[in-house]
């Protein structure tokens, strides 16, 4: 497990994609593949990578249960940020 801990910090990057067309918005917590998913309720699905790690939450109809007109971050020790 600490292999693949360490494996992962070289992949790790948050990014928030919101998917007007599906109305879907994807967290991604690295930028390593997912190899299973796993529907924990209607509409949320987790996504692992090949050593079980969360890579990803996939939300199906997220304006219907988020507010996707508002972000915020507390106590985050960010050093970058892009919004596109």
Known sequence: ???ALNQRDNHLIMKLNYYKNTDSLYISLTEKESVDSQEIRDGIVLDFDEYG?????DIDNASKSINLSNLEANS?????????
């Open 1 to 3: 497990m600490i292999e």
């Open 76 to 84: 985050l020790p960010l050093e970058n940020i892009s919004l596109k």
């Open 53 to 57: 790690l969360l890579v990803g939450i």
